[in-house]
């Protein structure tokens, strides 16, 4: 596996450097037999008659070679098979180069596409001036059938550096192969009220949506999903405060989804039956009971029952046709009256029905998901979740979870549904013997890395990059077919959000290879080790357990962050950069202040260097407050405070 073009020599040169008892990531060495291709006469070929996706990717790679390296690289469709150039497409197109180079088209994995998403990426041997391959393994001429090219396309631009300032592609000789260890990976983007202009998808322009989608193809998602909160549901006489932002919301979504689907991403539509917005029901005895009152209806209650469908159909019907539907039965949903709790799973599984007979008509042919989080932690709350006044224990949760699976098995077959649930410990359902994978496909949550951050309003989450690839590196090894990622800041997680899907896409892949592809993808020229050296510096700033071990690890953040800036090749923001950055220095020293006017103070500083940066500045401006900054400091700096 060709993974890194981070040098020995300037790994151990950056080990050097470094303080001991560091995280440092080691060096993966590129093969002995590589070649070098300068941009300098290539020609990217496409088919002669080429479908969208194909012009959309080739005009992507293209725009993306130029901003890196400044080169501009000619387009030409069909005729060229002479000269130096890059010959793009799937096996509708180049099915007959591929086969000559003997590689192996993956069959269907479960019903799943895995073919489409599969790739090649190869130097071609013998044809005078340099040629290369980069083509999707799917012979559909489809958005869909071209997933895998727009991959093959991302790993070319990970191969673009730059050598004695000229700018070309590292090659090994032998071809790039690549399939997907996990069927499929899923970006699950939220829209709620903690949301900011220059940091949140709603807010971006139409060439940020673009590019945002652009970019999940290339770091290898397969698909793309989201929720959104009641209040911006499109139902009428719905929250008139919220009716400028939901429309905002909805237009925006919308053009992620058109956007995703140009792409070839599979889109899901993810949906709470019983949340609405209580303000809109009637009467008192239409809203649910227990920990989920104040976002939820009764499902007890028919008219309750009625009202909130309607209010889902149009969301559907909005966002629809879509690829599949994911079902959310909890948090915020979920009754507890007596009714319901004896019932509770014939009222879930009511819920994934209700949502499963309108989609036909919607979504012809559309895949559906159910979501048992978190199930698993209800017996432990007696006064809120449960039987009024005992709650459940473990064993009526276990019992009522089983019967809601056996009514989903008989509905749907085996391994027509998917089950989703956490993935970060062996209690969830997908992991604790509950959901048998020969009955279900099962998809794992990851919550805890980005999402519970963005629920707390908090845009500057420490990397956890080493955290998440071990628990996506236990789902692929597990045999997940799905995991999908929580976030809401699109503009502020890349790369938690490319280590995701590249832990989930390559069989056996460890932290060091995933963050390496990360510098590849980020950080070219004299940019790649500073940027590995900040990642490791975040890194062993999430993990420093006392105060002084935070201090050591914050200046190996800022040191390495000032000879980014003032380096060549960083194709991240700057401005993201600089804010991420500024906020790990403000958050340790408010971690040490030592009374309120003292803290007060110093947030105020806070928000006067943020507000200069342009995309923290709505943030700043109109969100970070001291009281959210001491919540911040509590949930995540501990360590930096001494406690």
Aim: net charge neutral.
């Amino acid at each position: 596996m060709i993974i890194g073009l981070l040098t020995l020599g300037a790994a151990v040169a950056m080990a050097d450097a470094l303080p001991t008892g560091r995280c440092v990531l080691p060096s993966v060495s590129i093969a002995e037999s590589s070649a070098f291709v300068p941009l300098a006469g290539l020609t990217v070929v496409c088919d002669a008659l080429p479908v969208e996706a194909e012009t959309i990717a080739a005009a992507r790679f293209v725009r993306e070679v130029h901003r890196i390296s400044g080169v501009a690289l000619p387009i030409a469709y069909g005729g060229k098979t002479a000269g130096s150039l890059i010959r793009i497409g799937n096996r509708s197109a180049v099915g007959d180069v591929v086969r000559k180079l003997g590689v192996a088209v993956p069959p269907e994995r479960d019903g799943e596409d895995i073919a489409r998403q599969s790739y090649v990426v190869a130097l071609l041997k013998g044809r005078g001036k340099p040629q290369i391959l980069a083509a999707g393994l799917g012979d559909a001429r489809t958005s869909r059938g071209h997933l895998g090219t727009g991959y093959a396309l991302g790993e070319l631009l990970r191969r673009l550096d730059v050598r004695k300032g000229v700018w070309g592609f590292d090659m090994p000789v032998e071809p790039i192969v690549k399939s997907p260890a996990v069927a499929h990976r899923t970006l699950y983007i939220m829209n709620s009220s903690l949301r900011n202009p220059g940091l949140s998808i709603e807010h971006f322009s139409d060439e940020e949506i673009v590019d945002y989608v652009d970019r999940l193809v290339e770091a290898r998602y397969s698909r793309i999903c989201f929720w959104q909160w009641s209040v911006y549901y499109l139902y009428p006489g719905n929250a008139p405060a919220y009716e400028a932002d939901r429309h905002l919301i909805h237009r925006a979504m919308r053009k992620v989804f058109d956007r995703a689907r140009q792409r070839g991403l599979e889109v899901y539509h993810m949906l709470t039956p019983s949340h609405v917005n209580v303000d809109m029901l009637p009467e008192p005895r239409m809203r649910a009971t227990g920990y989920y009152g104040p976002f939820s209806v009764c499902w007890s209650q028919p008219d309750a029952r009625d009202l909130a469908m309607k209010m889902a159909q149009l969301e559907m019907e909005y966002y629809g046709p879509v690829n599949g539907y994911m079902v959310w039965f909890y948090d915020p949903g979920g009754c507890f009256c007596a009714e319901c709790a004896e019932h509770q799973s014939e009222r879930i599984y009511d819920q994934l029905m209700a949502v499963a007979e309108r989609a036909p008509s919607i979504s012809p042919g559309a895949k559906f998901q159910a979501g048992l989080w978190p199930t698993w932690s209800f017996a432990r709350d007696k006064e809120r979740i449960g039987h009024p006044g005992r709650g459940y224990t473990a064993d009526e949760v276990n019992a009522m979870v089983k019967d809601f699976l056996r009514r989903c098995r008989t509905k749907f077959g085996p391994r027509e549904l998917t089950i989703i649930d956490s993935c970060e410990g062996d209690e969830t359902n997908i992991y604790n013997g509950n959901v048998d994978s020969r009955e279900f496909k099962r998809s794992g949550f990851m919550y805890t890395a980005l999402g519970m951050a963005s629920e707390q309003t908090y845009p500057f989450a420490l990397f956890r990059l080493r955290y998440l690839c071990e628990q996506m590196g236990r789902a692929r090894e597990r045999g997940l077919d799905e995991a999908q990622l929580f976030i809401q800041y699109s503009a502020t997680n890349f790369p938690g959000v490319f280590a995701f899907a590249d832990t989930l896409f390559e069989p056996g892949s460890k932290y060091e290879d995933t963050a390496h592809r990360l510098a590849m993808t980020l950080a070219k020229g004299s940019s790649r080790e500073p940027f590995v050296a900040y990642v490791a510096a975040m890194e062993d700033l999430y993990a420093a357990q006392n105060r002084s071990a935070v201090e050591v690890a914050l200046k190996r953040v800022e040191e390495a962050a000032g000879r980014i800036a003032g380096s060549q090749g960083f194709l991240g923001s700057l401005e993201w950069l600089k804010g991420h950055t500024l906020a790990q220095t403000y958050y340790v020293k408010l971690a040490q202040t030592t009374n309120d006017a003292e803290f007060d103070a110093l947030v105020a500083k806070f928000r006067e260097g943020l507000s200069a940066i342009p995309m923290y500045r709505d943030y700043a401006e109109r969100t970070l407050a001291p009281e959210l900054a001491r919540h911040h400091v509590k949930t995540y700096w501990g360590a930096a405070a001494g406690k």
